[in-house]
């Protein structure tokens, strides 16, 4: 039975596909017809022959359930510049419906024998018994590195954080390698987010007391864990590295069925990891939800969910005080979205007041703000999101403004952000009825 072919996607999706603002700019110099042979799609895929500067033009494929891509060029971007061009290609209508060539199916079948393989070892039987005697390990090994941690910054504090020093940083770093070796990365975290923060501005001890504050109440935490509510227990095991399976997720975790808009998309490179996280707003219940997905850098990682659309899903939410993290158990297609309602600066701050009361160690949340306008601070130094009302929610230091004021210069507009204690951070702009991602 022949499988339905694909209604095209949007440029707008395609190009939010693009790991970087140069891939999507060469993307779209490959979206020429006479650059292309071979070309076709179906159900699963899309295909073509890309001719490049070599005698042999490139095999390029996208299977669309992922997206998932193959190229025989050499780049080390996914998706690379062809994928991108024969994508743009089928948005413009540029490609038609017709029979799989050998390789291509080749390639999709090999895939699914991956993902048979991937699922059966999900499947197998787990020995529980083992399981729990490498939980309570790793808890011995955390709780000794906790209260290794809650001498030192004792000592530090009681010194004064003055006599940190010009060796502070790689102070702090060697404990931070302490806590990996005690399978705590929560608190390696912390204490790297604290190193960042030793020595900057002039009025650097402020933060970083409060990131050793907190450090401190997450190490304490760890020993009262059987007296804690079981939810902020849970989120205290989650802040500290402790993960929940996918699986147990989808089959205990609490469901919510909506719309889901996407206010932003948010990558970040750690350790030659990339980590993608897509913010969620529920359109009837207002829920925030967040997806995250990781892969090695350079690599291909989801993109199916592109900025400024909504999805029609069903979510499963990990345990939590304040739930938020949530792993799709259903979902639809995409759809564009021209103008959606968001708050006023008030509305999302009693938001994130309430999450913060909730989770002490929230250090991100999505922001949707509805009329707002790129305004400098008093300060003349750094820039604001300020709406009707001149209240204003500052930006990170060092964003850059210029293409939020070009977005607002004349009339204000729809931004979603991803709040963190340093300010915003502006990742889509509805302008002119459509999504710009930042």
Do not use: N
Request: net charge negative; aromatic share 6%; with cysteine.
């Amino acid at each position: 039975m022949t499988t339905p072919v694909v209604a095209p996607w949007d440029a707008e999706r395609v190009i939010g596909l693009a790991p970087d603002a140069a891939s999507a700019k060469a993307g779209r110099g490959q979206a020429v017809a006479s650059k292309w042979s071979g070309l076709g799609v179906s159900g699963e895929a899309i295909w073509g022959d890309c001719q490049g500067s070599g005698k042999k033009p490139y095999q390029t494929c996208v299977e669309l359930a992922g997206p998932a891509y193959r190229c025989s060029c050499p780049s080390r971007k996914f998706p690379c510049k062809h994928a991108l061009g024969l994508l743009l290609l089928w948005s413009a209508g540029g490609v038609a419906a017709g029979p799989q060539p050998d390789w291509v199916g080749i390639w999709l079948d090999s895939r699914a024998d991956r993902a048979d393989r991937a699922e059966k070892r999900a499947a197998a039987p787990r020995d529980e018994q083992a399981a729990a005697k490498r939980a309570g390990d790793r808890l011995d090994r955390v709780l000794g590195g906790a209260a290794e941690l809650r001498e030192w910054l004792t000592d530090r504090v009681r010194a004064g954080l003055g006599t940190l020093g010009p060796d502070g940083v790689a102070d702090l770093h060697g404990v931070a390698a302490r806590m990996v070796d005690a399978q705590a990365p929560g608190l390696a975290g912390g204490l790297r987010r604290a190193a960042s923060l030793l020595g900057r501005g002039r009025d650097w001890h402020g933060p970083l007391l409060t990131e050793l504050a907190l450090l401190h109440l997450l190490a304490d935490a760890v020993t009262r864990l059987d007296d804690l509510p079981p939810a902020l227990a849970d989120t205290v095991r989650a802040r500290l590295g402790f993960t929940v399976d996918t699986a147990k997720v989808l089959a205990d975790g609490p469901r919510v069925t909506d719309d889901w808009l996407v206010v932003g998309i948010a990558d970040e490179e750690h350790d030659r990891l990339v980590t993608r996280r897509v913010w969620l707003r529920g359109t009837r219940t207002g829920r925030a939800a967040l997806v995250l997905s990781f892969a090695p850098a350079g690599r291909s990682i989801d993109s199916s969910i592109p900025a400024g659309h909504v999805l029609p899903a069903e979510l499963a939410f990990h345990p939590a005080a304040a739930p938020v993290r949530a792993v799709i158990a259903d979902r639809g297609d995409p759809v564009p979205v021209t103008d959606p309602p968001g708050d006023t600066v008030a509305t999302a701050l009693d938001s994130l007041a309430d999450a913060l009361a909730a989770d002490p160690w929230l250090d991100r949340w999505p922001v949707l703000l509805s009329d707002v306008a790129a305004t400098p601070m008093p300060d003349a130094r750094t820039w604001a999101l300020t709406d009707p009302t001149g209240a204003s929610l500052p930006l990170i230091p060092g964003t850059d403004h210029w293409p939020l004021l070009a977005l607002t210069a004349t009339t204000p507009a729809t931004l979603g952000a991803e709040w963190t204690p340093a300010g915003l951070h502006p990742l889509t702009c509805w302008h002119d009825s459509r999504a710009v991602r930042l």
